[in-house]
Nanobody
Framework: QAQVVESGGGLVQPGGSLRLSCAASGFALDSYAIGWFRQAPGKEREGVSC????????YDVDSVKGRFTISRDNAKNTVYLQMNDLKPDDTGVYYCGAEPQVLVTTVRAMCIMRARGYLEHWGQGTQVTVSA
């Protein structure tokens, strides 16, 4: 069964770091664009960081620029989200989503327009809580 599974969430103090992983099984990530999305309590899901699997181009939402880094390891069929200097506003459930690269115009569009829409694969999410 083709799926993506997130891991790496947890409870961290403000200023701390976490690394989330999105592992794919049943299909190869190297032909998919991948995005990290999050949903905070009482808010709609938003795109956080997205990466093209063609040229490695990325998009980050303004609120995480300079703090979060999305990366991929095709050999491990895994995409990562390194999150540094975490803030309480980063709290939420983080989801990994994958869409065939040929169906993605830009990773910016994927992050902004697909956050609440259809992607071929959605994970179940991992909770990130930033609190003192």
């Amino acid at each position: 069964q083709a799926q993506v599974v997130e891991s790496g969430g947890g409870l961290v103090q403000p200023g701390g770091s976490l690394r989330l992983s999105c592992a794919a099984s049943g299909f190869a990530l190297d032909s998919y664009a991948i995005g990290w999305f999050r949903q905070a309590p009482g808010k709609e899901r938003e795109g956080v960081s997205c990466i093209s699997m063609n040229d490695g181009s990325t998009y980050d939402v303004d609120s995480v620029k300079g703090r979060f880094t999305i990366s991929r390891d095709n050999a491990k069929n895994t995409v990562y989200l390194q999150m540094n200097d975490l803030k309480p506003d980063d709290t939420g459930v983080y989801y990994c989503g994958a869409e065939p690269q040929v169906l993605v115009t830009t990773v910016r569009a994927m992050c902004i327009m697909r956050a609440r829409g259809y992607l071929e694969h959605w994970g179940q999410g991992t909770q990130v809580t930033v609190s003192a």
